[in-house]
């Protein structure tokens, strides 16, 4: 099987075969290579112009790095607990290269800024996600590239139902191999690590970086006490580099994501996409409206924001006229900052002042008992394999809570005025 290799400024080299090839050539992923990873973080950062087309190749690395250490690592586990044999986990590993590959195919227009205006899903009644855009894409215009090629159908026979499963985390579909979800979507999963590490680089910052080498070669399966399920976590002597992810995922969203000109800047954008998408929203994620989904890349909403030249929020992208913040909260509020934070808008509707509130509410890491039932990154011991949280030898992510700032912004021409009244 021939091996083709791309130069990556994160990893060095990124490899792929004939059939990963065709996938990575089809116009659907293609699509990605014109959409930004991190919308318009270029205007206050302008390194941040790399795309969702190079992050997924990172992450099928990454995710195929990460599934080569716990093979190794736990092979006896594997084989003892899952019943896995050699074909097994050859073909597994395939799956997961395409999962990891394809697991952001279905984004819309500048990254998760157009989440806001996906339409509602009629079946369940509640907003599309990129996610359940994704998972069409693999099944209806990618099935042929995926399910027909001749490297499929000798060695693996993978259909496009067990890419976008694995992606879902649909445990109908694939029965216990659905375990392998944790190296797609978890608090310990190659998207995250990819991100994280190609985002400060081309940034050009040092929060996000972390270890990835050494917790590749930590990775460990491991029983979780209580359900005793199989469970991937971080051996024991290198639980340090777990900390250290969560630890820099908390500085680039505080340093970069939660930017106030970047924020700023987000806000223009949905509602600009409101202003130029017919009926204010993206097309659906199923057929036929995918194929008008698809055709929408950051380029073409460029274009219709150029065009749009007496909307106000299209001409604060193209001029840089954006909102401005007038006063922020702490990253944690107490009483008096609440109290404070009301007294500074009645203030503002005092004086007649329009302004934007915006909430920046982020959790770091989600705890065993979070609402959402995120399972917590485990820490196994190489004695007899037990796997216990990681809080539970980590004070730092223990006590790391979430963010639930505040910033008030009003627009550049009020700003003079705002901030002689919030003195």
């Not at 196994?380 to 796997?387: Q, T």
């Not at 790391?400 to 009244?421: M, T």
Request: proline share 4%; aromatic share 10%.
């Amino acid at each position: 099987m021939r091996q083709y290799e791309i130069r990556d400024p994160v990893y060095g080299f990124v490899s792929f075969n004939d059939w990963e090839k065709d996938i990575i050539g089809h116009p659907a992923f293609q699509r990605l290579r014109r959409i930004k990873q991190l919308a318009l973080t270029e205007m206050v950062y302008p390194g941040a112009v790399h795309t969702r087309f190079e992050h997924s190749l990172g992450v099928m690395h990454l995710a195929t790095k990460m599934y080569d250490s716990i093979v190794n690592s736990s092979r006896s586990m594997l084989e003892d607990r899952l019943n896995y044999a050699d074909a097994g986990l050859q073909k597994d590993r395939q799956l997961i290269r395409l999962a990891a590959l394809l697991h952001d195919v279905g984004h819309a227009p500048f990254s998760h800024t157009s989440e806001e205006i996906m339409p509602i899903n009629v079946k369940i009644d509640r907003p599309f996600k990129h996610e359940d855009y994704t998972t069409s894409i693999i099944k209806n215009v990618l099935k042929d590239v995926i399910e027909n090629h001749p490297i499929n159908r000798t060695n693996y026979r993978i259909g496009a139902d067990e890419v976008a499963a694995l992606i879902e985390g649909n445990p109908e579909v694939l029965g216990e191999r659905v375990f392998w979800k944790v190296l797609i979507a978890s608090q310990l999963d190659a998207d995250r690590g990819d991100y994280l590490l190609r985002d400060s680089y081309h940034i050009g910052v040092k929060y996000g970086i972390y270890d990835h080498s050494r917790l590749i070669n930590t990775l460990a399966l491991g029983i979780e006490p209580e359900s005793e399920e199989v469970v991937l976590g971080v051996d024991r002597g290198g639980w340090h580099v777990a900390e250290a992810i969560v630890i820099a995922r908390y500085q680039l969203f505080a340093q970069v994501y939660f930017h106030k000109t970047r924020r700023a800047f987000d806000y223009h954008l949905k509602n600009a996409m409101m202003h130029v998408l017919e009926g204010g929203k993206l097309p659906g994620a199923e057929l036929p409206s995918l194929k008008q989904f698809i055709d929408l890349d950051d380029y073409a909403l460029w274009n219709q924001f150029r065009a749009e030249t007496n909307d106000p929020d299209c001409s604060a992208i193209m001029n840089r006229w954006h909102i401005r913040e007038i006063y922020s909260t702490p990253e944690v509020l107490s009483q008096e900052d609440e109290a404070e934070l009301q007294a500074k808008k009645r203030s503002l509707e005092d004086a007649g002042i329009v302004f934007y509130e915006d909430k920046s509410e982020k959790l770091w890491y989600n705890l065993s008992n979070s609402e959402n039932g995120d399972k917590e990154i485990m820490i196994v011991s190489r004695k007899n394999g037990s796997a216990r949280p990681l809080s539970g030898y980590s004070s730092i992510v223990k006590n790391i809570g979430d963010v639930k700032q505040i910033r008030v912004y009003v627009k550049p021409e009020d700003r003079s005025k705002a901030e002689g009244v919030l003195r």
